[in-house]
C-alpha cells in the first residue's frame, strides 16, 4: 500500500483509535505453490498493549481451506479498509480552472497489520481466546461463558480453530485530500455534506479532523 506523507497518520493514535471500531476485515494469506492467495472474511479483536504492536484473535470453522495454506506460510497481512467515498472531479477542480479539468479520487481509512500468526487448537487456549473476543463485541455480556466440556457451547470447540494474530508492523493511511489545498478541502467537506451518502459524513469527519490537525502539505 502506497502511503504518500499527507496520507500518513499523525500519530499511531489516529489509526489505533479507528482500529478500535472497525474491527471487521480481510485476512490474506499467500496460497500453496501454484495456487492463489487465500482472503478470509472475519470479525477479529485487537489488543493493543499486548506485544510491541499488539495482537489480534479470531476464529474459524476447522474446515475451512485457509489452515493448510497458513500453516505453511504464518506470516500475513489482516487489512481492514472503511470510510471509503468517491469524489467527483469537478469537485477537485483548482481555482480558475473549468470543473471538467478536476480530477476525480478516492477517499478512504485504511490499517494493515502485518503478522505472524498462531493456530490455537488447546482447549483451554481456544476457550480463552473466545472469551476475548466475546469481550470486545459484547462487553455487557449476554452470552454464556465458553467452557471447555461444559455447556452451552464446550462441545462446539472442536469444530473451530483459533488464530492469534502477533502484530510485527502496521500500515496505515488515511486518504482524505491532504495534498490539496486548504479551501480545496473544505469546498469538499461542504459538498460531502451536501451529497450525504453513505459513507460521506465519515469521510468529511476524517478531513475535518486532519484539517484541524494540520495533516497534508499545502495549508
Not at 68 to 82: H, N
Amino acid at each position: 500500500m502506497l502511503i504518500h506523507p499527507w496520507d500518513a497518520p499523525t500519530e499511531d493514535g489516529e489509526w489505533r483509535d479507528w482500529l478500535a471500531v472497525h474491527d471487521f476485515g480481510q485476512l490474506a494469506v499467500n496460497g500453496l505453490p501454484g495456487e492463489p492467495p487465500l482472503v478470509q472474511p472475519l470479525h477479529f479483536a485487537y489488543d493493543p498493549a499486548r506485544g510491541a504492536h499488539g495482537e489480534a484473535v479470531t476464529h474459524l470453522a476447522r474446515p475451512n481451506p485457509l489452515w493448510r495454506a497458513l500453516e505453511a506460510a504464518p506470516r500475513v497481512t489482516l487489512s481492514v479498509v472503511d470510510d471509503y467515498t468517491f469524489i467527483p472531479g469537478p469537485w477537485h477542480a483548482p481555482d480558475g480552472a473549468p470543473p471538467e479539468h478536476g480530477t476525480p479520487t478516492s477517499f478512504y481509512a485504511a490499517v494493515q497489520l502485518h503478522c505472524t500468526a498462531h493456530v490455537v487448537d488447546d482447549p483451554e487456549l481456544k476457550a480463552e481466546l473466545l472469551r476475548r473476543q466475546v469481550g470486545h463485541f459484547q462487553p455487557d455480556g449476554g452470552t454464556a461463558p465458553v467452557v471447555p466440556d461444559q455447556a452451552p457451547f464446550g462441545r462446539m470447540l472442536a469444530g473451530i480453530r483459533g488464530i492469534r494474530l502477533e502484530v510485527t508492523d502496521v500500515r496505515a493511511k488515511f486518504k482524505y485530500g491532504g495534498n490539496k489545498p486548504a479551501a480545496t478541502q473544505r469546498r469538499v467537506t461542504e459538498l460531502l455534506a451536501q451529497r450525504s451518502g453513505p459513507h460521506d459524513a465519515a469521510a468529511r469527519t476524517h478531513q475535518l479532523r486532519r484539517l484541524d490537525s494540520g495533516a497534508g502539505t499545502d495549508h
